[in-house]
């Protein structure tokens, strides 16, 4: 095991680049799959849960090659239609694999996909989906069997406009027999870049980014050269990091309307927020007044930054109130923010924060990616030494997390134990 020593206290000046969006790049290696020819995808990052989607892609048959930071895949080879059970149990995003390997082999077998224990996330809406367009599922100790001779376009209403059911629909449909529509969509921004991923390839996808997706199948799709959307919760996390700790960030290769909600809630509790281009400044040089922070689907505040939102909330004047309506046990980190020092109160869904002059160094571990991150944005905030532990969370989704902290002035190194 790994983890972070942090001498805090120190306010945060200078420049962070911002990788890929994890949240894109996993449903864009899925869809590699879904062609046989080679597909190329630059600047991936080389984050675990992108690492566990490559292997997974392996077992399939696939060959892929990191160079730098470009992953070729060429999927011309791939022959095997069953998702291996370790890998799927580290890796939510490994169900995204059942509509691209429905598509290309009429069947798929994958063990109930595991990752973050933020609470229930059932996959039922993925395969109610699935079933709309004709494949026969089977489900049996842990494990999910799918098979049909061609998936059929059908009229999909969503009961929750979930991201992962939406893209899971999308990768099953486009190679399918007519036109799909999804209702109730998913509107994140990942969507709209699966959407640009499987046009590029000679896919028909419109919609994405409202509330109604149509897919018109095709019989064939190609080979491509790729750049992913940047991730808005990596750049939403250095903003928060800055905010804590005071000082003056550039928080690079950013999109801000993808941000939008969460650069509202900066401005609103005193921040100075400039935007130029693809960079957004950020300024704050005192404690911050907070406000009400609720989670809901985008383009409401991202529930991946609700844990970092909450770590700042915990040294505002005041009082602020959190609630996270997406995963019912997403507070986790919120026992350890009091280790150090926060005043916090959970009653359900809702977090009752009272901010506190300072946080103190203290010894605590992350139980899960978002919830890692708020930990160590706090040890870099907090006065004295802090150790954060299980870094292997938060490797999930960002690379050189402690390299770019320590590039603008925190006080952070990796030991391993």
Request: glycine share 10%; aromatic share 6%; hydrophobic share 40%.
């Given at each position: 095991?790994?983890?972070?020593?942090?001498?805090?206290?120190?306010?945060?000046?200078?420049?962070?680049?911002?990788?890929?969006?994890?949240?894109?790049?996993?449903?864009?290696?899925?869809?590699?799959?879904?062609?046989?020819?080679?597909?190329?995808?630059?600047?991936?990052?080389?984050?675990?849960?992108?690492?566990?989607?490559?292997?997974?892609?392996?077992?399939?048959?696939?060959?892929?090659?990191?160079?730098?930071?470009?992953?070729?895949?060429?999927?011309?080879?791939?022959?095997?239609?069953?998702?291996?059970?370790?890998?799927?149990?580290?890796?939510?995003?490994?169900?995204?694999?059942?509509?691209?390997?429905?598509?290309?082999?009429?069947?798929?077998?994958?063990?109930?996909?595991?990752?973050?224990?933020?609470?229930?996330?059932?996959?039922?809406?993925?395969?109610?989906?699935?079933?709309?367009?004709?494949?026969?599922?089977?489900?049996?100790?842990?494990?999910?069997?799918?098979?049909?001779?061609?998936?059929?376009?059908?009229?999909?209403?969503?009961?929750?406009?979930?991201v992962g059911a939406t893209e899971n629909i999308i990768l099953a449909a486009v190679k399918g027999k007519g036109r799909t529509i999804i209702r109730n969509s998913a509107k994140e921004p990942e969507i709209v870049?699966?959407?640009?991923?499987?046009?590029?390839?000679?896919?028909?996808?419109?919609?994405?980014?409202?509330?109604?997706?149509?897919?018109?199948?095709?019989?064939?799709?190609?080979?491509?050269?790729?750049?992913?959307?940047?991730?808005?919760?990596?750049?939403?996390?250095?903003?928060?990091?800055?905010?804590?700790?005071?000082?003056?960030?550039?928080?690079?290769?950013?999109?801000?309307?993808?941000?939008?909600?969460?650069?509202?809630?900066?401005?609103?509790?005193?921040?100075?927020?400039?935007?130029?281009?693809?960079?957004?400044?950020?300024?704050?040089?005192?404690?911050?007044?907070?406000?009400?922070?609720?989670?809901?689907?985008?383009?409401?505040?991202?529930?991946?930054?609700?844990?970092?939102?909450?770590?700042?909330?915990?040294?505002?004047?005041?009082?602020?109130?959190?609630?996270?309506?997406?995963?019912?046990?997403?507070?986790?980190?919120?026992?350890?923010l009091m280790r150090m020092g926060a005043d916090v109160t959970v009653r359900g869904r809702s977090a009752f924060i009272r901010g506190v002059p300072e946080l103190r160094g203290a010894d605590v571990f992350a139980?899960?990616?978002?919830?890692?991150?708020?930990?160590?944005?706090?040890?870099?905030?907090?006065?004295?030494?802090?150790?954060?532990?299980?870094?292997?969370?938060?490797?999930?989704?960002?690379?050189?997390?402690?390299?770019?902290?320590?590039?603008?002035?925190?006080?952070?190194?990796?030991?391993?134990?």
């Amino acid at each position: 095991m790994e983890k972070y020593i942090v001498k805090g206290g120190k306010p945060l000046y200078g420049e962070v680049e911002i990788q890929s969006a994890k949240n894109a790049v996993l449903p864009l290696l899925a869809a590699s799959i879904l062609t046989d020819e080679k597909v190329v995808i630059h600047k991936c990052p080389r984050i675990v849960d992108v690492l566990n989607m490559v292997q997974i892609l392996g077992e399939l048959g696939c060959r892929t090659n990191f160079e730098g930071d470009d992953l070729s895949i060429d999927p011309s080879d791939a022959a095997n239609h069953e998702i291996p059970s370790a890998l799927a149990k580290e890796l939510r995003s490994s169900v995204f694999m059942l509509g691209s390997v429905i598509a290309r082999f009429g069947r798929a077998r994958i063990a109930y996909p595991g990752g973050c224990d933020i609470g229930l996330r059932p996959i039922d809406l993925h395969l109610s989906g699935l079933r709309r367009l004709g494949v026969k599922i089977e489900e049996e100790g842990g494990y999910i069997d799918c098979t049909v001779d061609e998936t059929v376009g059908a009229d999909i209403v969503l009961d929750f406009p979930s991201v992962g059911a939406t893209e899971n629909i999308i990768l099953a449909a486009v190679k399918g027999k007519g036109r799909t529509i999804i209702r109730n969509s998913a509107k994140e921004p990942e969507i709209v870049d699966l959407q640009n991923f499987l046009n590029r390839m000679g896919g028909k996808v419109t919609g994405a980014g409202t509330s109604t997706v149509i897919v018109d199948g095709v019989k064939k799709l190609y080979g491509l050269e790729y750049t992913p959307i940047s991730d808005r919760i990596e750049a939403g996390t250095f903003l928060i990091a800055s905010a804590m700790c005071g000082g003056e960030l550039a928080v690079k290769n950013a999109i801000p309307e993808n941000i939008a909600a969460l650069l509202h809630k900066l401005r609103e509790i005193s921040c100075k927020i400039a935007i130029e281009n693809d960079k957004i400044y950020i300024k704050s040089g005192k404690r911050l007044s907070p406000k009400l922070i609720e989670t809901s689907p985008f383009p409401g505040f991202p529930t991946d930054l609700q844990a970092p939102m909450s770590a700042l909330a915990c040294v505002c004047e005041g009082s602020t109130v959190v609630v996270e309506n997406l995963f019912e046990t997403r507070f986790k980190h919120l026992a350890e923010l009091m280790r150090m020092g926060a005043d916090v109160t959970v009653r359900g869904r809702s977090a009752f924060i009272r901010g506190v002059p300072e946080l103190r160094g203290a010894d605590v571990f992350a139980s899960d990616l978002r919830g890692g991150a708020a930990l160590t944005l706090a040890a870099v905030a907090a006065e004295g030494e802090s150790t954060v532990s299980d870094l292997s969370h938060i490797d999930r989704g960002y690379t050189e997390f402690e390299d770019k902290l320590r590039k603008v002035g925190a006080n952070i190194r990796r030991i391993r134990v």
